[in-house]
């Protein structure tokens, strides 16, 4: 029997290569379930006709219907708030490839249906970590990460079960983004099309601009702690945000590193190509037998590092200091950084602006836990409430 597969987000960069990835092999996996959001339906219907899934959605309800009149016979169409939640406990496996705070309800819903989650969405896990950590201990849940890094890192860990004490920190590496080695004077002018021309991956908009402010690195350092930090012998590895550190790497090879309390050093390389982190999670704990990224070790010729200019992005600060807070401090941090992204995209706030508004925010966080998921739906609103009124302030929108 294959392995079901629901894609959620299917229209998405992760989506896309994940359909790409599972129609490779097409003996061991199936796609049973797909969804998006409904910006680009024709996109989703084409995929639909593709793969023919059982089940589809559309995160949009007002175009439920429309997406129901397209589809092939054989494929039945769900409806309503819950459709992408509901979608995400239909099949063995759910990649969530859902953009940004909205991928919460699908990671609750595969986790919360003890199935494996294949999460690419950061965000639920950074807004909604005690949350979603109840969720974990779901009997049959289990949560692969797609992020390359956080990919990297488990990879690394497999067989250090035994030896949780002995891990001594981890490695998250940079790229850099489009605007490496440059001063914060320098990038006082940079424009929307310079901050989504990514020098080494082919992204969507929002998590490439979080690239190039170093933001994405500083919710994937958030990410690590929840995915990696419990206490050890609690199925975590007892790291800290003082032993997560940020490397720049700017050929993106190196795709993260674990040091052991010896001093040696694991580390995961291959050329960048995000089908590897998702058929590692398609395949876990076997391994997917088509080498996305393989190295030509004759040809590779350098691979350099180099501390994060902090001055220059201080974003990665920012989510280091909201990751100590801990509570909803990280739900805060997310969803103004989601607003002031929008904003940027948008034209309305600099690129330099970015990080002044999530400052602004979390100036104002109210030391709320999260406990629960009226909490952190609460925290984000309040996030995004004060992240508006912080770009109307900039722009002097609404004098």
């Excluded at 459709?83 to 099949?91: G, I, R, S």
Aim: proline content about 6%; overall charge negative.
């Amino acid at each position: 029997m294959p392995t079901t597969v629901g894609v959620i987000g299917s229209t998405g960069s992760i989506g896309r290569q994940t359909l790409e990835a599972v129609q490779a092999d097409p003996d061991r996996y199936r796609v049973v379930a797909i969804a998006a959001g409904g910006s680009n339906l024709d996109a989703l219907v084409a995929q639909i006709h593709a793969v023919r899934p059982r089940w589809a959605a559309v995160g949009d309800p007002a175009r439920a219907a429309e997406l129901a009149a397209a589809v092939p016979a054989g494929t039945e169409v769900l409806d309503g708030p819950g459709a992408l939640a509901t979608l995400a406990a239909a099949a063995d496996v759910c990649v969530n490839g859902v953009v940004g705070f909205a991928g919460l309800p699908v990671t609750l819903g595969c986790l919360e249906a003890g199935r494996r989650l294949a999460l690419a969405n950061k965000e639920s896990l950074i807004a909604a970590g005690p949350v979603v950590q109840r969720a974990r201990r779901t009997p049959g849940a289990e949560l692969v990460p797609v992020d390359s890094e956080h990919a990297a890192i488990h990879m690394c860990l497999r067989g250090a079960a035994e030896h949780r004490q002995r891990v001594a920190a981890v490695h998250l590496t940079a790229s850099g983004g489009p605007f490496r080695g440059r001063t914060r004077a320098e990038l006082a002018s940079v424009s929307i099309s310079d901050a989504l021309a990514h020098p080494t991956w082919a992204m969507g908009p929002k998590i490439t601009i979080d690239s190039s402010t170093l933001m994405n690195k500083g919710l994937e350092v958030i990410e690590a702690n929840e995915l990696f930090g419990r206490p050890a012998g609690d199925a975590g590895f007892g790291i800290g945000f003082d032993e997560i550190e940020v490397v720049v790497h700017p050929q993106s090879i190196v795709h993260s590193m674990v040091t052991f309390s010896d001093g040696a050093t694991m580390a995961q390389l291959s050329h960048p190509d995000m089908r590897l982190p998702i058929g590692y999670a398609l395949a876990y704990p076997d391994r997917f037998p088509l080498p996305y990224g393989r190295i030509d070790w004759a040809g590779l010729s350098r691979l350099d590092f180099e501390a994060p200019d902090l001055d220059a992005f201080p974003c990665l600060a920012l989510a280091y200091e909201a990751g100590r807070v801990g509570g909803t401090a990280p739900a805060w941090i997310s969803g103004a950084n989601e607003v002031a992204v929008e904003a940027f995209l948008a034209g309305r706030i600099a690129w330099i602006s970015i990080p002044d508004v999530i400052r602004g925010v979390m100036d104002l966080h109210d030391g709320g836990t999260g406990e629960t998921l009226d909490e952190v739906l609460h925290a984000d609103g309040d996030a995004r409430r004060h992240a508006a009124a912080a770009v109307e302030r900039l722009t002097g929108e609404g004098r």
